[in-house]
């Protein structure tokens, strides 16, 4: 194993879980090279001062905090529910899940309010039970660090609160959902000194390159085929399209026009579009996007 070297920043993700895959894509995606073999302790870029750490999602927000290691990806959930003194940089976009409270299909449970002087299990006692003082609904709440979902099946609890993204689970354990406490996705945090310590400039470099890859999910690259009168409506429908870059075509009066869309807006501006006649639209994923 070599040896950890403190010039290099160090990141820390999860070793083996919902978050392995996803996150060495995204690093991948930054540009970042190394090898990631499954009885992995660390790796080493080759191409980017950086060692990635493999540990347990439970660990990183003591590592951050304590500097042991400069940055860490985990979920969101992990940093509502520890509140770890670190600093939050970047949402990541994957990991998407959310922390519902569920009850038995059968439960005459209804709403929140009949939770009342119930037990409920959960891995997430701090968000819980922050949840039910908001709503001001006494409750006890008991932690499990298992597999929450059987624990009204078992007698221990008459609800839970756990993390779902698909609800499967939920449905196979016959639970159904009253009502969500928070969304949640990767996010990237800090050490709170890691933007005053010499490896500032490093730090800036990578995440400028996070951010490359997050903007372009986030656009898309669309061409298109428009009659040159319409192309004061088309500025109008794609407001942040400043200056396109708009090619004559043989057609008189057609012009080609090339430009990117927000991805949450994309149907919407796609059919805008048709109705004035843009036609021949053609749509195209973009690598990176530095703006
Ligand atoms: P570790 O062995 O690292 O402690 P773990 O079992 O605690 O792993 P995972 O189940 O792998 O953790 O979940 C890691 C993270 O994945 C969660 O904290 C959450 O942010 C995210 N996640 C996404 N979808 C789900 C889901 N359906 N259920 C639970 N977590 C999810
Ligand atoms: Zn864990």
Redesign the pocket.
């Known amino acids: 194993m070599a040896n950890l070297n403190n010039k290099n920043l160090k990141l820390a993700i ?7 895959d996803e996150t060495i894509e995204f690093l991948r995606k930054s540009g970042l090279e190394f090898e990631s073999y499954k009885q992995r302790l660390f790796s080493l870029c080759r191409n980017f001062p950086l060692e990635i750490l493999y ?5 990183i927000p003591d590592y951050v905090e304590a500097g042991t290691v400069d940055l860490g990806i ?5 940093l509502n529910e520890e509140k770890p003194k670190v600093k939050k940089l970047l949402n990541l976009r994957y ?3 959310s922390l519902i409270i569920a009850v038995p299909k059968e439960s005459e449970i209804k709403d929140i309010w009949g939770l009342r002087n119930k037990t409920i299990a959960t ?1 997430y006692p701090e968000s819980s039970k922050k949840f039910f003082k908001k709503n001001n609904i006494p409750v006890e709440v008991v932690r499990i660090r298992g597999s929450v979902e059987i624990t009204p099946a078992l007698g221990v609890a008459q609800a839970i609160i ?5 609800g499967s ?1 939920l449905a196979l354990n016959d639970l159904r959902v009253l009502s969500k406490i928070y969304d ?3 996010v990237l945090i800090a050490n709170k000194e890691a933007f005053i310590n010499g490896k500032k400039n490093l730090l800036k470099k990578l995440i400028t390159r996070f951010q490359g890859v997050l903007s372009a999910k986030n656009y898309k690259y669309v061409m298109m085929n428009a009659p040159e009168e319409m192309l004061p409506k088309i500025k109008g429908i794609i407001p942040y399209l400043k200056s396109p870059t708009i090619t004559r075509l043989s057609t008189k009066g057609w012009i080609s026009i090339q430009t990117v869309i927000k991805e949450d807006l994309f149907w919407e501006t796609i059919e805008k579009l048709k109705k004035i006649g843009a036609t021949g639209i053609i749509v195209l994923p973009i690598e990176k996007m530095i703006i």
């Open positions: 999860q070793k083996q879980g919902r978050l392995t540990v347990r999602d439970d660990d985990l979920g969101l959930n992990k990991g998407f899940c891995s756990d993390l779902t993204s698909t689970t949640s996705e990767s």
